[in-house]
């Protein structure tokens, strides 16, 4: 590891800033992961888009369909293809409490930087706190390495600001992705923000939450490599100005990716995200694939509706990489 178990919150609050996108996975055709394409991505965002940190496994990355040594192995190609050009934040997310222990050990062995926790779906309980303290004890207690709390509604719950202030104690939390609504991760950022980095996955609330809030991280979704390319990078040009306190400069390009917004929304099936997003990718030259089951596969109808709004979006499409898709 790069720091101590001590000093994981001080290396976290130095080294964990700017841009994290939670990375979709690839799927070849017989449903593999594409390890290629994969990698070609992860160097296309790190070393094309200017993204300062990649979120490996998680909801986005359909880690619910992988087995273990799949995910295990997520981990050893993001480190590998990434090395210390961005920072690694691996999810161990499981309902299996012994799942998680060791998705963390092996992130912590191969070199990440962090690992991230979902708050578990919790069977019968109408009060949670006492039980989610514990569960996030039990695991700080058990590894060196950087935690990032995760709370999101598909857990059936939101941990309070009070709770999670109080779990920012242990030593080796260091962040959240706290998907709640802003009243209450502002009152966290005012309760633990010197003790956590707090932040939550909306791109369209990140310029407000530099300028107000004085966050750091962004942790973290697709936008950073859906809504941009090598000769479009106005997600990190928004960022840079915002942090440098060039407000308005930042708002203005902020707002130009209003179309780019827009036509991702209006085109994503409702109950398509993750195929959408990876046909959206395959647009920009990227690595898309295929999505496993239970997730669909988008109809011809829907590619072509996603075709039409993306070639109406204004996203500057020179330079692009070479898609690896099968």
């Given at each position: 590891?790069?720091?101590?178990?001590?000093?994981?919150k001080a290396?976290?609050?130095?080294?964990?800033k700017?841009i994290?996108?939670?990375?979709?996975?690839?799927?070849?055709p017989?449903?593999?992961?594409n390890?290629?394409?994969?990698?070609?991505n992860?160097?296309?965002?790190?070393?094309?888009l200017?993204?300062?940190?990649?979120?490996?496994?998680?909801?986005?990355?359909?880690?619910?369909?992988m087995?273990?040594?799949?995910?295990?192995?997520?981990?050893?190609?993001?480190?590998?293809?990434?090395?210390?050009?961005?920072?690694?934040i691996?999810?161990?997310?499981?309902?299996?409490?012994?799942?998680?222990?060791?998705?963390?050990?092996?992130a912590?062995?191969?070199?990440?930087?962090?690992?991230?926790?979902?708050?578990p779906?919790?069977?019968?309980?109408?009060q949670?706190?006492?039980?989610?303290?514990?569960?996030?004890?039990?695991?700080?207690?058990?590894?060196d390495?950087?935690?990032?709390?995760?709370?999101?509604?598909?857990?059936?719950?939101?941990?309070?600001p009070?709770?999670?202030?109080?779990?920012a104690?242990?030593?080796?939390i260091?962040a959240?992705?706290?998907?709640?609504?802003?009243?209450?991760?502002?009152?966290?950022t005012?309760?633990?923000g010197?003790?956590?980095?707090?932040?939550?996955?909306?791109?369209e609330?990140?310029?407000d939450?530099?300028?107000?809030?004085?966050?750091?991280?962004?942790?973290?979704?697709?936008?950073?490599?859906?809504?941009?390319?090598?000769?479009?990078?106005?997600?990190?040009e928004?960022?840079?100005?915002?942090?440098?306190g060039?407000?308005?400069?930042?708002?203005?390009?902020?707002?130009?990716?209003?179309?780019?917004?827009e036509?991702?929304?209006?085109?994503?099936?409702?109950?398509?995200?993750?195929?959408h997003?990876?046909?959206?990718?395959?647009?920009?030259g990227?690595?898309?694939?295929?999505?496993?089951?239970?997730?669909?596969?988008?109809?011809?109808?829907e590619?072509?509706?996603?075709?039409?709004?993306?070639?109406?979006?204004?996203?500057?499409?020179?330079?692009?990489p070479k898609?690896?898709?099968a």
């Amino acid at each position: 590891m790069k720091y101590r178990k001590s000093d994981a919150k001080a290396y976290a609050h130095a080294h964990m800033k700017g841009i994290w996108a939670a990375s979709l996975m690839p799927f070849a055709p017989d449903l593999s992961i594409n390890e290629a394409g994969w990698r070609s991505n992860l160097r296309h965002w790190v070393d094309d888009l200017g993204i300062d940190g990649v979120f490996v496994s998680g909801k986005q990355g359909e880690f619910f369909s992988m087995s273990i040594e799949e995910r295990k192995r997520t981990f050893e190609i993001a480190v590998d293809a990434i090395g210390n050009r961005a920072g690694t934040i691996m999810s161990c997310s499981d309902q299996n409490m012994d799942v998680t222990i060791d998705l963390a050990r092996h992130a912590q062995a191969v070199g990440a930087d962090y690992i991230v926790v979902h708050a578990p779906v919790l069977h019968f309980l109408h009060q949670q706190d006492d039980t989610l303290y514990q569960y996030y004890k039990a695991i700080s207690e058990q590894v060196d390495i950087g935690i990032a709390m995760w709370s999101h509604p598909d857990s059936g719950y939101l941990m309070s600001p009070e709770l999670c202030a109080k779990i920012a104690e242990l030593p080796n939390i260091v962040a959240i992705k706290y998907s709640v609504p802003r009243e209450m991760y502002a009152r966290l950022t005012r309760l633990a923000g010197d003790k956590i980095l707090v932040s939550t996955a909306s791109e369209e609330e990140w310029f407000d939450n530099i300028v107000e809030l004085n966050w750091q991280l962004y942790l973290c979704s697709s936008p950073p490599y859906l809504f941009q390319t090598k000769a479009d990078r106005r997600m990190r040009e928004y960022t840079d100005l915002a942090f440098k306190g060039e407000v308005a400069r930042a708002r203005a390009i902020r707002d130009s990716l209003n179309p780019v917004r827009e036509a991702f929304r209006r085109s994503r099936p409702a109950e398509k995200p993750p195929s959408h997003s990876k046909y959206w990718q395959e647009l920009l030259g990227q690595t898309g694939g295929r999505v496993r089951a239970p997730m669909l596969e988008l109809t011809d109808a829907e590619k072509e509706a996603t075709r039409r709004a993306f070639e109406s979006c204004g996203l500057k499409l020179d330079t692009q990489p070479k898609s690896s898709a099968a």
